[in-house]
């Protein structure tokens, strides 16, 4: 006969697999952190980010995983195929109200792309809760309220601390791009804050001590991501501190979702498929070299800072209400297109991903 404990470990529900998702949400917080711990020891927390900081986490993680979504959409014919008209349009889109946003002030425009980005960096780690509540086979009404509050309030109360602390030593895009609270509104949201935490950690030790039920990804995502933003945010008032917390929880776990339905479409050949290492070299190789290349067009076209990475400055001023709104198309279409491609309705593929444990 099976134990009930061995049943339970038997059904913990892992999206990917149980050292994938360790790896994934556990080791990029472990990375972020240890890259905190780092820059407290060499002196980086108070001053400007060091270039190799910015070339790790910007370059190679927030830009990079941008261009990851090509592989969910623009690198498989078959999903073209499947909706057009979005996939087509939303770049047009995205230039157009881009430019004509641009055009009228330079600062609408970056905090218009600076809430877009809070938007999608948010509902992203709301989306792995659900996808594992879904896995789990969670449908308790009030488990979902204490899950959407706790996972929510993880972001959205520093955000919040952050509006009514301006100015700060960090930003999202560019100084400024943040509306500043005249009043402290942080100080009322606090205890809801702390209040949603402690349900949530209760409600997760009461089910497994009583009934035997756990769901140690979800409890990671939403550990993980309350200590990374309170840390970046709250605790520390630095740009290095906000940089590695902030972009390396989102970033790595997208990248590993991106790659995990990619290989997951690509059909299998009678020939022998190449190795994990060769097509993971081959998914980072790409939208490595794709994020370089945005990037140097930024830097020589427009902010001018690293020259030592990118090359001498180019003179495109006269192009500059162009070329801003066009350099910015990959980032927002990346943003819109997640609010429909990891749709388990929309995808039977990807919505294996949350079937519960033991349904398929």
């Given at each position: 006969?099976?134990?009930?404990?061995?049943?339970?470990?038997?059904?913990?529900?892992?999206?990917?697999?149980?050292?994938?998702?360790?790896?994934?949400?556990?080791?990029?917080?472990?990375?972020?952190?240890?890259?905190?711990?780092?820059?407290?020891?060499?002196?980086?927390?108070?001053?400007?980010?060091?270039?190799?900081?910015?070339?790790?986490?910007?370059?190679?993680?927030?830009?990079?995983?941008?261009?990851?979504?090509?592989?969910?959409?623009?690198?498989?014919?078959?999903?073209?195929?499947?909706?057009?008209?979005?996939?087509?349009?939303?770049?047009?889109?995205?230039?157009?109200?881009?430019?004509?946003?641009?055009?009228?002030?330079?600062?609408?425009?970056?905090?218009?792309?600076?809430?877009?980005?809070?938007?999608?960096?948010?509902?992203?780690?709301?989306?792995?809760?659900?996808?594992?509540?879904?896995?789990?086979?969670?449908?308790?009404?009030?488990?979902?309220?204490?899950?959407?509050?706790?996972?929510?309030?993880?972001?959205?109360?520093?955000?919040?601390?952050?509006?009514?602390?301006?100015?700060?030593?960090?930003?999202?895009?560019?100084?400024?791009?943040?509306?500043?609270?005249?009043?402290?509104?942080?100080?009322?949201?606090?205890?809801?804050?702390?209040?949603?935490?402690?349900?949530?950690?209760?409600?997760?030790?009461?089910?497994?001590?009583?009934?035997r039920q756990f769901n140690p990804g979800k409890d990671l995502v939403v550990a993980t991501t309350a200590l990374c933003w309170y840390l970046?945010?709250?605790?520390?008032?630095?740009?290095?501190?906000?940089?590695?917390?902030?972009?390396?929880?989102?970033?790595?776990?997208?990248?590993?979702?991106?790659?995990?339905?990619?290989?997951?479409?690509?059909?299998?050949?009678?020939?022998?498929?190449?190795?994990?290492?060769?097509?993971?070299?081959?998914?980072?190789?790409?939208?490595?070299?794709?994020?370089?290349?945005?990037?140097?067009?930024?830097?020589?076209?427009?902010?001018?800072?690293?020259?030592?990475?990118?090359?001498?400055?180019?003179?495109?001023?006269?192009?500059?209400?162009?070329?801003?709104?066009?350099?910015?198309?990959?980032?927002?279409?990346?943003?819109?297109?997640?609010?429909?491609?990891?749709?388990?309705?929309?995808?039977?593929?990807?919505?294996?991903?949350?079937?519960?444990?033991?349904?398929?």
């Amino acid at each position: 006969m099976t134990s009930p404990t061995a049943s339970a470990v038997s059904s913990t529900p892992w999206l990917f697999s149980r050292s994938v998702d360790l790896m994934t949400f556990g080791g990029s917080a472990l990375l972020a952190l240890a890259m905190l711990g780092v820059g407290g020891v060499f002196g980086w927390l108070h001053q400007d980010t060091p270039s190799w900081t910015w070339v790790v986490a910007i370059l190679l993680i927030d830009v990079a995983h941008v261009y990851a979504t090509g592989f969910r959409v623009y690198f498989d014919r078959a999903e073209l195929a499947r909706r057009p008209w979005l996939y087509a349009l939303t770049p047009g889109f995205a230039f157009a109200i881009s430019w004509a946003l641009y055009s009228e002030s330079v600062d609408v425009f970056w905090r218009c792309l600076a809430y877009l980005a809070v938007f999608h960096f948010i509902r992203q780690q709301y989306g792995w809760v659900a996808l594992y509540r879904n896995k789990a086979g969670e449908t308790n009404r009030w488990g979902r309220w204490i899950d959407t509050a706790a996972i929510y309030l993880a972001t959205v109360y520093p955000l919040v601390y952050w509006h009514c602390h301006l100015p700060r030593e960090f930003w999202w895009f560019r100084p400024d791009d943040f509306a500043s609270f005249s009043l402290d509104w942080s100080a009322y949201l606090a205890p809801f804050y702390w209040s949603a935490m402690a349900a949530y950690f209760i409600k997760a030790i009461g089910l497994a001590v009583t009934k035997r039920q756990f769901n140690p990804g979800k409890d990671l995502v939403v550990a993980t991501t309350a200590l990374c933003w309170y840390l970046g945010i709250i605790t520390f008032n630095s740009d290095y501190a906000f940089t590695v917390t902030n972009v390396i929880i989102h970033g790595i776990p997208y990248m590993v979702l991106v790659y995990w339905y990619h290989q997951t479409s690509t059909p299998t050949q009678s020939r022998p498929l190449p190795s994990v290492a060769m097509r993971l070299s081959r998914f980072i190789g790409l939208i490595w070299i794709l994020a370089y290349v945005e990037e140097l067009v930024w830097d020589r076209g427009v902010w001018h800072e690293r020259s030592w990475l990118f090359g001498a400055p180019w003179n495109l001023d006269s192009v500059e209400t162009i070329l801003v709104p066009l350099l910015a198309v990959p980032q927002i279409t990346h943003y819109v297109l997640d609010g429909f491609i990891w749709k388990r309705r929309t995808s039977r593929k990807f919505a294996t991903l949350a079937s519960p444990t033991g349904a398929g």
